[in-house]
């Protein structure tokens, strides 16, 4: 098959896929693409890990357009969903059908104290500027003895900008937590130098020599970023696309022989509450 011919073939493709909306397909795509996206896929094999630790009521801290809700929903009797208004109305994830249950402005989180068993927070709090006052927040409205799971990066490119501003190791992590009354149980690193290494050479080729940016949003990928508008340039796509998939084998590969400690996309932490809340405090161990 000729270039010019699989490019055409490409776009009947992308067609039906993204303007028609053909959910089988729409589907085989997205499957695929998350399984080369590595930090996608890492971090949803780690949040699978951790989700039988939730139970009972659950808050999804900057939940978007609840896209973890399905490994969670299995292990709690509810599940509730907010987001600061104002950036969930700036980000792609505001185009999707699933919405937050609950909207909200300022830093506080409108909920009582204790009301929740479980609060969820994945990938927010970079995009935090006081990351202390958010942690208390979501200790504030956890019940005594309930459980915290967090995820946040610790190598990862800027996005969301200009609100990305921090991030972090497990040891931060701890600190911040147990300034909360929060204790960490558990530590679930997410992905190694390998699959890192890898993760970055295929973003810099899907988003920056292929384009693809506005086609992964289409699929319901990147909705933590605002609304992309560049064409892709499908013409690189028969030489991009089969490159990005081999670096995806290789580094999953790379990771499972040589895997590494001291490099990771990130980590997911489960915390539970102790109660009390201190300042200044040595990290738990």
Request: charge should be neutral; hydrophobic fraction near 40%; glycine fraction near 8%.
């Amino acid at each position: 098959m000729n270039n010019e011919h699989a490019l055409s073939l490409f776009t009947v493709q992308c067609s039906i896929v993204i303007s028609s909306g053909s959910e089988v397909m729409r589907r085989a795509v997205r499957g695929i693409s998350d399984w080369v996206d590595l930090q996608w896929s890492l971090l949803y094999r780690a949040l699978e890990t951790v989700a039988p630790r939730a139970r009972g009521k659950l808050l999804d801290v900057g939940c978007g357009d609840k896209q973890f809700e399905c490994i969670f929903r299995p292990h709690v009797d509810e599940y509730l969903g907010i987001e600061r208004e104002g950036t969930f109305e700036s980000t792609a994830a505001n185009l999707a059908r699933s919405r937050p249950d609950c909207l909200y402005e300022g830093d506080r989180l409108p909920f009582n104290d204790g009301s929740f068993d479980t609060v969820l927070s994945i990938q927010v709090l970079e995009h935090t500027p006081d990351p202390r006052k958010l942690i208390a927040e979501m200790a504030r409205v956890l019940n005594k003895g309930g459980t915290l799971i967090l995820a946040a990066p610790f190598s990862f490119r800027l996005h969301e900008e200009p609100h990305d501003y921090f991030r972090y190791t497990p040891h931060g992590l701890r600190q911040l937590c147990s300034e909360a009354g929060l204790v960490i149980e558990h530590v679930e690193q997410v992905g190694s130098l390998w699959s890192l290494l890898g993760h970055k050479l295929n973003s810099y080729l899907a988003f920056h020599v292929a384009r693809i940016g506005s086609a992964a949003q289409q699929l319901g990928k990147l909705g933590y970023e605002s609304p992309r508008r560049t064409r892709p340039r499908l013409w690189v796509l028969p030489v991009v696309a089969p490159a990005i998939l081999a670096i995806a084998a290789i580094a999953r590969a790379m990771d499972w022989i040589f895997f590494d400690r001291e490099e990771a996309f990130g980590f997911v932490v489960v915390a539970s509450h102790t109660g009390t809340r201190r300042r200044g405090g040595t990290m738990a161990k």
